[in-house]
C-alpha cells in the first residue's frame, strides 16, 4: 500500500501557482538560455552519435573503435543534458552546487595536488606503453 501512495503522490497535479515542480523547474531550464546552452539542444543530438555507431557496425568489416567513442558522446550528452536541466541543483530543491562544494582551502589542495600527480600519471603510463610496444603480435593464439 505504501508504494500505491507514493505513486499517487508523484502524478498528483498541483493547482497553487506558488508550488514549484521537478518538472516545472526543467521545462523552464529548457525553455530558457542556460549557463550558455539551451536545454533541448544536448537531447536533440542523441540519435546522431546513435546512427553513427549503427552504420559503423553494420558495414562488412565492422569498425571498433568509432562505435565507442559515439556511445561515450551519447552517455556524456545524455549526462550533460541532466545536469543543464537541474542546473544549479544537485538534489532538486535541496542541495545546491554552491552549498555542496567543499571549503576553499580543501578545492586549492586537490588542485595544486592534480597539477603535480596528473601529469606523473601520464608520464607513467606512456613509459608502460613504451616498455611494452611490440611484445603482443597480430597473432593472440
Not at 569498425?63 to 536541466?85: I, K, N
Not at 580543501?106 to 603535480?116: D, E, P
Not at 600527480?117 to 597480430?138: D, H, S
Request: contains cysteine; hydrophobic residues 50%; neutral net charge.
Amino acid at each position: 500500500m505504501p508504494m500505491a501512495r507514493l505513486v499517487a503522490g508523484c502524478t498528483e497535479q498541483h493547482t497553487d501557482p506558488e508550488i514549484k515542480t521537478v518538472q516545472d523547474h526543467i521545462e523552464e531550464n529548457c525553455a530558457s538560455l542556460n549557463g550558455g546552452f539551451h536545454g533541448a539542444y544536448l537531447p536533440a543530438w542523441s540519435p546522431a552519435p546513435v546512427a553513427v555507431s549503427v552504420s559503423c557496425l553494420a558495414r562488412a568489416t565492422p569498425m571498433t573503435g568509432l562505435p565507442f567513442a559515439m556511445t561515450s558522446l551519447f552517455f556524456a550528452a545524455a549526462f550533460l543534458s541532466l545536469a543543464v536541466m537541474f542546473w544549479p541543483y544537485i538534489i532538486p530543491y535541496a542541495l545546491t552546487v554552491r552549498s555542496a562544494a567543499a571549503p576553499e582551502a580543501s578545492l586549492r589542495f586537490l588542485f595544486y595536488g592534480a597539477i603535480v600527480i596528473l601529469p606523473v600519471i601520464f608520464f607513467y603510463t606512456i613509459g608502460v606503453y613504451w616498455a611494452f610496444r611490440g611484445k603482443v603480435g597480430e597473432r593472440y593464439d
